[in-house]
């Protein structure tokens, strides 16, 4: 599709008319007019990076799982280490961040529609976008010259291998996978709770249902379901 407001809105749209989601399709602009992030903040193009949504039938009515995002990022890491094997310091931040460094490479947003899920990536193949107090990254900056096409493949291949194992019960396994494409235990976070303000902690893991765990300054362990993860350092 030349140009669309939201990949993901475009999804929804069509859900929200009944169409049901079929699995393995995606949707991939050149170029969005209203791109969306995460809390309500914008997603900035750039030309020739990867702007793409799926949608998933959700098995049963349950709230969003939480494990569902976490596939999302492994799967985008597992995609972008098959086209530039010799990419590193790539790495996923809770819940479903790419980064390169402390730069933000890839974003995602999941979006619930009744049974369904639309999951929507923004990859910087081509142009790290300006975003105010936030480092961002390109794979084109990095020095590798990835096409849309090759991205949007590899990516389909990672996605729907991901989504059976995670379909067939397979979070564990895929919890794993994630976890050694993660942050270093212990690189602190930070993240804002409605009734505790500002918690920082070290990263610690993840709780079998895909909460992040955070060991906060007194040797406590907390888990934390919900929220904007920020990187604070080493
Ligand atoms: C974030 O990190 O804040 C999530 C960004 C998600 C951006 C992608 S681009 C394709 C899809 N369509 C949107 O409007 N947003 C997602």
Redesign the pocket.
Known sequence: MAETA????ALLERLSHGEAPVQGQWLV?DR?T??????G?V?TDGFGNF???TAVALRDAEALPQTLALVAGLSVHRALMAVVPALSGLVLKWPN?LLVGEA?LC???LERQRDAVVV???VNLAEAPDVPGRKTASLAGLGYDVSRDAFASALAETWAEDLTAWHAGGWPMLREAWLVRSLPKGTLLGVNLSEEGHVIGGFAGLEPDGAVLLRLADGSVRAIHAGDVELIGA
């Open positions: 939201s990949t993901n809105s602009a969005q209203a791109g969306r992030g995460r809390a903040r997603w702007m793409g949504s961040d933000k974003g995602i947003l929507g990536i923004g």
